[in-house]
């Protein structure tokens, strides 16, 4: 006899397995449904489950969560995955290794029928075969199967230092675990992280591929023998070797071999996976300083901006020096300005695609870069007369800064994005603009400058007999006055809003000479600055009921 528990988040399909299968005959005793993974787990402390069919998508915890737990307290159980991811068949075979079988939403009632007999049949046969000396045998599996949990366990609490980095602490707690490790033995880390994936994928696809990845990492990897770990960390994946023969493991031949197992990893991962890889491989070191030696691998990777789908040995990386000189931003700001597209984006690449080769960068030249350009957009769109926050509400964002500056690729993209959005906005600007519009912005934007009749010629590309023929005819006013007439006001609101010293005043407004400024300021006004300032209370109110 057989107990089934169904686990399906969505009750019409729980039930509709629960019905579509007339399962006295296939000598199950008790059929439950339950809707999530708590339920679940409820159902399992009731009565023994011998067989479990799971969705994985659930909210609040997925199948796999739910098999792994099972997995732990209840192995005797057979399990059946569900899934409506047709297209996941690398993740399916990943999963077939853990799991009886694994079936396609919907499942016609002959298929559902076939796998349970396929599991009331082999769970039959371990009954029968279950003799003192066979369970004896199982229970020993059992534990061997769960060995590398409690080992990965044990590198968790190194590698959070819960348990000390000494000799005599760590072999204290081997020995209370069971764990297969000597005093003398070495060991060596390889770190692996996935740098990102090459097709767009939601959270949950993520989690399958990394599943699936794991097991491939078993394949490929775990073959060197029992004593290979591998540990899930927040940088990615750690597989440690414990090593008892160190001349062996130092010789070139091993390197090699080891080499090879990871480009092997990175080749897989790349054409079955979407997904690119760095393996960093750190040196051979006894057990009391693992701690160190990884903490020295996720620098390294916090570092590492260039080495992608690349297999590095850390130590001999580490001593490269980085040789990239940061560009002639003032040269990439003058091409922005003047709309010269192609040689722009040609300059960028080329300078981009130097630094992809220097195996020395490190993020910090990325950040270096980061700001400096940053800086030149701000000042050339402010040149333009236009707004930073308007045009780049998300490129800026604490968020995109971690992201541009994690590699050369990244940055490359983003360094794209952002020039081409202030090239569509200095191209529109442009384009709706009148020449004497260009004329009264310039001014504004450098108001503080010298403004003569060739400076603003060259900026709007025309000679300054014609600008200043052109801008009295539209104006009234001749462009010498207008300057005056913009500086005037610009010192109006300083010494209306602000508490500056007079001097300072006249220098923001382009007046290097204090007495010319005040001659100016009075022909214009009919009074002083200083007088302006004394009275700006009346001037205000004055200027607040004219405007009411």
Same mark, same amino acid.
């Given at each position: 006899?057989?107990?089934?528990?169904?686990?399906?988040?969505?009750? %019409?399909?729980?039930?509709?397995?629960?019905?579509?299968?007339?399962?006295?005959?296939?000598? #199950?005793?008790?059929?439950?449904?339950?809707?999530?993974?708590?339920?679940?787990?409820?159902?399992?402390?009731?009565?023994?489950?011998?067989?479990?069919?799971?969705?994985?998508?659930?909210?609040?915890?997925?199948?796999?969560?739910?098999?792994?737990?099972?997995?732990?307290?209840?192995?005797?159980?057979?399990?059946?995955?569900?899934?409506?991811?047709?297209?996941?068949? /690398?993740?399916?075979?990943? %999963?077939?290794?853990?799991?009886?079988?694994?079936?396609?939403?919907?499942?016609?009632?002959?298929?559902?029928?076939?796998?349970?007999?396929?599991?009331?049949?082999?769970?039959?046969?371990?009954?029968?075969?279950?003799? %003192?000396?066979?369970?004896?045998?199982?229970?020993?599996?059992?534990?061997?199967?769960?060995?590398?949990?409690?080992?990965?366990?044990?590198?968790?609490?190194?590698?959070? &230092?819960?348990?000390?980095?000494?000799?005599?602490?760590?072999?204290?707690?081997?020995?209370?675990?069971? =764990?297969?490790?000597?005093?003398?033995?070495?060991?060596?880390?390889?770190?692996?992280?996935?740098?990102?994936?090459?097709?767009?994928?939601?959270?949950?696809?993520?989690?399958?591929?990394? /599943?699936?990845?794991?097991?491939?990492?078993?394949?490929?990897? !775990?073959?060197?023998?029992?004593?290979?770990?591998?540990?899930?960390?927040?940088?990615?994946?750690?597989?440690?070797?414990?090593?008892?023969?160190?001349?062996?493991?130092?010789?070139?031949?091993?390197?090699?071999?080891?080499? &090879?197992?990871?480009?092997?990893?990175?080749?897989?991962?790349?054409? /079955?996976?979407?997904?690119?890889?760095?393996?960093?491989?750190?040196?051979?070191?006894?057990?009391?300083?693992?701690?160190?030696?990884?903490?020295?691998?996720?620098?390294?990777?916090?570092?590492?901006?260039?080495? #992608?789908?690349?297999?590095?040995?850390?130590?001999?990386?580490?001593?490269?020096?980085?040789?990239?000189?940061?560009?002639?931003?003032?040269?990439?700001?003058?091409? @922005?300005?003047?709309?010269?597209?192609?040689?722009?984006?040609?300059?960028?690449?080329?300078?981009?695609?130097?630094?992809?080769?220097?195996?020395?960068?490190?993020?910090?030249?990325?950040?270096?870069?980061?700001?400096?350009?940053? &800086?030149?957009? @701000?000042?050339?769109?402010?040149?333009?007369?236009?707004?930073?926050?308007?045009?780049?509400?998300?490129?800026?964002?604490?968020?995109?800064?971690?992201?541009?500056?994690?590699?050369?690729?990244?940055?490359? *993209?983003?360094?794209?994005?952002?020039?081409?959005?202030?090239?569509?906005?200095?191209?529109?600007?442009?384009? *709706?603009?009148?020449?004497?519009?260009?004329?009264?912005?310039?001014?504004?934007?450098?108001?503080?400058?010298? @403004?003569?009749?060739?400076?603003?010629?060259?900026?709007?590309?025309?000679?300054?007999? /014609?600008?200043?023929?052109?801008?009295?005819?539209?104006?009234?006013?001749? %462009?010498?006055?207008?300057? =005056?007439?913009?500086?005037?006001?610009?010192?109006?609101?300083?010494?209306?809003?602000?508490?500056?010293? =007079?001097?300072? !005043?006249?220098?923001?407004?382009?007046?290097?000479?204090?007495?010319?400024?005040?001659?100016?300021?009075?022909?214009?006004?009919?009074?002083?600055?200083?007088?302006?300032?004394?009275?700006?209370? *009346? #001037?205000?109110?004055?200027?607040?009921?004219?405007?009411?």
């Amino acid at each position: 006899m057989y107990r089934l528990l169904i686990v399906d988040d969505e009750m %019409i399909i729980a039930n509709g397995i629960k019905s579509s299968v007339e399962w006295g005959e296939l000598g #199950i005793v008790s059929v439950t449904a339950v809707y999530n993974l708590r339920q679940a787990k409820a159902a399992f402390e009731k009565q023994p489950i011998d067989i479990m069919i799971t969705d994985i998508e659930m909210p609040n915890g997925d199948g796999f969560e739910l098999f792994e737990w099972v997995r732990e307290f209840h192995p005797q159980t057979e399990c059946i995955f569900l899934t409506c991811h047709a297209d996941f068949q /690398y993740a399916k075979k990943a %999963i077939q290794m853990g799991s009886l079988e694994y079936l396609l939403k919907p499942v016609p009632a002959e298929e559902l029928t076939s796998v349970v007999m396929k599991a009331t049949g082999k769970i039959g046969r371990k009954r029968e075969s279950l003799s %003192i000396s066979e369970a004896y045998k199982h229970y020993h599996k059992l534990w061997e199967m769960h060995q590398p949990l409690f080992i990965e366990r044990f590198w968790l609490d190194v590698l959070h &230092q819960s348990i000390p980095s000494r000799l005599d602490s760590m072999m204290e707690v081997i020995r209370k675990r069971n =764990i297969p490790y000597t005093g003398s033995m070495q060991f060596r880390p390889v770190l692996i992280h996935i740098q990102y994936w090459q097709k767009e994928l939601t959270a949950r696809e993520e989690k399958l591929m990394e /599943y699936a990845l794991r097991n491939v990492l078993d394949e490929l990897l !775990i073959q060197c023998g029992s004593t290979t770990q591998v540990v899930q960390v927040k940088e990615g994946l750690l597989v440690i070797r414990a090593i008892e023969d160190l001349s062996a493991e130092d010789s070139e031949e091993a390197r090699k071999t080891l080499q &090879q197992q990871c480009e092997a990893l990175v080749e897989c991962c790349n054409r /079955y996976f979407y997904c690119h890889l760095s393996c960093y491989i750190g040196k051979t070191v006894p057990i009391q300083e693992m701690l160190k030696t990884f903490q020295a691998l996720a620098a390294f990777h916090k570092n590492n901006v260039n080495l #992608i789908n690349r297999v590095v040995f850390v130590e001999e990386c580490s001593k490269k020096q980085c040789k990239a000189q940061l560009p002639l931003l003032h040269v990439w700001s003058e091409m @922005l300005k003047n709309g010269d597209k192609d040689r722009l984006f040609s300059e960028t690449r080329q300078f981009l695609d130097a630094w992809k080769h220097d195996e020395g960068l490190d993020a910090g030249r990325l950040q270096q870069f980061y700001k400096q350009f940053i &800086q030149m957009i @701000l000042y050339t769109l402010q040149q333009r007369g236009l707004r930073a926050d308007e045009i780049y509400p998300e490129h800026l964002s604490p968020e995109r800064t971690l992201s541009a500056t994690r590699t050369v690729l990244d940055l490359e *993209n983003w360094v794209r994005e952002v020039l081409e959005q202030a090239i569509v906005h200095i191209h529109r600007l442009e384009s *709706n603009e009148t020449v004497v519009s260009r004329i009264k912005r310039y001014i504004a934007l450098n108001i503080d400058q010298e @403004l003569s009749r060739q400076y603003i010629a060259d900026h709007v590309g025309l000679s300054p007999d /014609y600008i200043v023929k052109l801008f009295k005819k539209e104006t009234g006013l001749s %462009i010498s006055d207008y300057i =005056i007439q913009e500086r005037m006001n610009r010192a109006k609101d300083f010494l209306l809003k602000t508490e500056l010293p =007079i001097s300072s !005043i006249a220098l923001a407004v382009g007046f290097s000479n204090f007495a010319y400024f005040s001659t100016i300021f009075k022909k214009s006004l009919s009074m002083t600055p200083q007088d302006f300032r004394k009275n700006r209370d *009346n #001037i205000a109110h004055k200027g607040i009921s004219k405007s009411e």
